[in-house]
């Protein structure tokens, strides 16, 4: 059973920044890919960043240059720090991954961004 928990969060003004944790146990942190998503009001859930167990990266177009993923595999933790942010950004943000087959989501953590 992985378990993922995100604390952070919050609400900043447009322009600001906001770093994300992400912090996984119940699995060998070191081998497993971890992504973050989001889920806006009336959207589907979207990929926005995620991170390879070589550490290779891969964001969604509209993030790239403001967003930056990175892990600590001695602290089993992801980051997500995002600059420049936009009201658009406003979503519930998780982190998930995939292990032996199985989806695991972390519970959601709100990000607002005020114009």
């Known amino acids: 059973q992985v378990l993922l928990v995100e604390p952070g969060g919050g609400l900043v003004q447009a322009g600001g920044p906001l770093r994300l944790s992400c912090a996984a146990s119940?699995?060998?942190?070191?081998?497993?890919?971890v992504g973050w998503y989001r889920q806006a009001p009336g959207k589907q859930r979207e990929m926005v960043a995620r991170?390879?167990?070589?550490?290779?990266?891969d964001y969604t177009d509209s993030v790239k240059g403001r967003f930056t993923i990175s892990r600590d595999n001695a602290k089993n933790t992801v980051w997500l720090q995002m600059n420049s942010l936009k009201p658009e950004d406003t979503a519930i943000y998780y982190c998930?991954?995939?292990?032996?087959?199985?989806?695991?989501w972390g519970q959601g953590t709100q990000v607002t961004v005020s114009s």
């Open positions: 119940g699995t060998t942190f070191r081998l497993i890919t």
């Open positions: 991170i390879t167990m070589g550490g290779n990266t």
């Open positions: 998930g991954t995939t292990s032996f087959g199985s989806d695991y």
